[in-house]
């Protein structure tokens, strides 16, 4: 069962214990453009105790240089080194695991944040935003030319998405031997400032169905994105604290990783998925209602 | 194990058992725009033997009325009222099982087919072919008003799907009460002239993966197409004979009603989908190459 916090003593219990601290940012540190009551306040607190801390988000529509802009927007402190995000991840499992050869390329469903990542990771690609895709004309496999290089199609969250980018998707992993099937993640919904759209997971849904298979997923729960922060930096999984407000996301990625996990009630977990009878199988170690609650620990 | 059928005497046996033969189209009649050789001459076989003919497919992008004209290009003799597709089981659904009540109203997803038909069944609907949601332009929550008389999304293959109507549909499916989430069908595949594409399944695969929820599905293999059939046509299901090209559409809708299954291999399913290690679990009553193959059938 999870350790319900509420008293300043158990928060400075909590800052005893871990010295990275992981942070999903959507629904934890802002909601869309608003940010969460308390969150700059705690992060400060926790910078002046000397905590390492890490920024570990699926959206894939910024690159880390973008999401920098984000947290600045916002007033958050924040380098880019401490962001990770799961376009960047998809780019280094592209370029570092999969080893895609420099001739070869990916077709892209997804926007300016996985194609900035991939180009700083030196991957070709096509698709993406090219205009020529972001389009609703009628898709024709009579003019459509197969391009033999595409060698994996990576798909994340795409507000652009239509039956061209799907059509163009699906003739590359079904024609192009050995073409590998990538998503940035596989979010259900996403948490934009006036409520729930579909996520990442939506986008790539059709080619999961139409392929009838499933997609290698880069960002939380999966451990690519966990092997992509320790090829980085160093940290303890036991002095670790990965904080989030989904909980197979954030919290089954913690628990992947032998991290601690903090469940937040600020996002997309409700009272009813950690208690009564349907509540989810996946249970953190501390829960607490929001981040801001940290305030509390007692001052040096 | 299937009956594999070669010989005149396999097809005569045929057409002695059998009263009622229901086709499907894509992929047994026609690809796209080009007729199966010996499609037209076994249809007017069966027509001089007296038998009746019925075309079930869950093609939902045409009407009835428009999907005759297909049937007239391609100098196929039908009428509408042996036409029976998914759009108009659909909207037969939502009128008289589902008993929409006159001020409600349906999102769609589609394409003018089910527009037709739910006109035709006085079915009030908004979203379809309307230039507001057929767009690429940001979706914002924002900018959007929830109708709360939208009672139904009915999703069916639309090739002008993109973000907005995937979150218009999703808002209506989680914020207005008792909101019915209904596919003309699943298939995963469109078999256009030169080659496969996504299907009607990959369409509302989004919304699927983005509720966590399986919707009511109308066409073949679901039960919702014969009870159709049946409220208009009376025929013997032991005398009946379901023809199609794909296995867990077809076949198993034809075994889900009680019927004799003739799979023809001019479509979807591949030899290595019948017979060897990874055959499928669905085994159809007969098996021949081609419709085109009953042309072997004696001559009265």
């Not at 600020?266 to 998925?273: A, M, N, P, Q």
């Amino acid at each position: 069962m999870a350790a319900r916090l509420s008293s300043p003593e158990h928060y400075d219990s909590l800052l005893d214990k871990f010295d990275t601290w992981m942070f999903d940012c959507d629904g934890v540190l802002w909601h869309g453009d608003r940010l969460i009551d308390g969150a700059v306040e705690v992060l400060d607190i926790l910078r002046k105790r000397g905590k390492r801390l890490l920024f570990v988000t699926n959206n894939a529509s910024k690159s880390r240089k973008s999401y920098k802009g984000k947290f600045d927007q916002l007033g958050v402190e924040a380098r880019v080194d401490e962001i990770y995000g799961s376009a960047y991840a998809a780019a280094v499992y592209i370029s570092s695991v999969m080893k895609l050869p420099k001739d070869k390329k990916v077709y892209v469903i997804g926007m300016t944040g996985i194609e900035e990542e991939l180009r700083e990771e030196g991957v070709s690609f096509i698709g993406g935003t090219d205009p020529a895709d972001c389009t609703l004309e009628p898709f024709s496999l009579t003019n459509f030319t197969l391009d033999p290089d595409v060698g994996a199609v990576l798909c994340g969250l795409d507000v652009h998405v239509n039956y061209t980018k799907l059509s163009k998707a699906f003739q590359y992993l079904t024609r192009n031997p050995g073409c590998q099937f990538l998503v940035t993640n596989e979010d259900s919904t996403y948490p934009s400032a006036d409520g729930l759209l579909p996520g990442a997971g939506a986008i790539s849904a059709p080619l999961r169905f139409a392929l009838e298979k499933d997609p290698i997923s880069i960002g939380k729960p999966a451990k690519t994105m966990l092997d992509c922060i320790q090829a980085k930096v160093h940290f303890d999984p036991k002095r670790t604290i990965m904080i989030g407000d989904r909980l197979n996301t954030d919290i089954l990625f913690g628990q992947a990783g032998g991290l601690s996990t903090l469940l937040v009630m600020t996002g997309i977990t409700l009272e009813k998925d950690i208690t009564g009878p349907n509540a989810s199988t996946i249970v953190p170690d501390y829960v607490t209602g929001s981040i801001g609650d940290l305030r509390a620990v007692k001052a040096l």
